[in-house]
């Protein structure tokens, strides 16, 4: 059965930096392309970032230059260092992971490409 939990949430000020944490198991982690999404109150939940099985990360334009996603396989981590934090990076943050290997902006931004979700961690920005 296959478990992802997030970690590393907080209430931080604008300017400040995070590092969401993402922990793995009942998969082999390295096979598996993984995400993080979002979704600020009021909103549907958003592609944020992904990483290929290669270590090739995606991110949404909304984050780019700020938002830096890793993996460590042999943790069966992923990561997310967010610098610069501002008030609209509020948001439940997901892990997200699938065994399927994606080339596409599409077919990693879209939920539904993803086929295993954690239980989120709360992000809080204040101006």
């Known amino acids: 059965q296959v478990h992802l939990v997030e970690s590393g949430g907080g209430l931080v000020q604008a300017g400040d930096s995070l590092r969401l944490s993402c922990g793995a198991s009942g998969l082999t982690f390295s096979m598996y392309t993984m995400g993080w999404f979002r979704q600020a109150p009021g909103k549907e939940r958003e592609f944020v970032a992904s990483?290929?099985?290669?270590?090739?990360?995606t991110y949404a334009d909304s984050v780019k230059g700020r938002f830096t996603i890793s993996r460590d396989n042999l943790k069966n981590t992923v990561y997310l260092q967010m610098n610069r934090l501002k008030p609209e990076d509020t948001a439940v943050y997901y892990c997200a992971g699938t065994i399927r290997s994606y080339y596409s902006r599409t077919e990693l931004y879209a939920e539904t490409s993803y086929d295993y979700w954690g239980q989120g961690t709360q992000v809080t920005v204040s101006s």
């Open positions: 990483i290929s099985r290669s270590g090739d990360g």
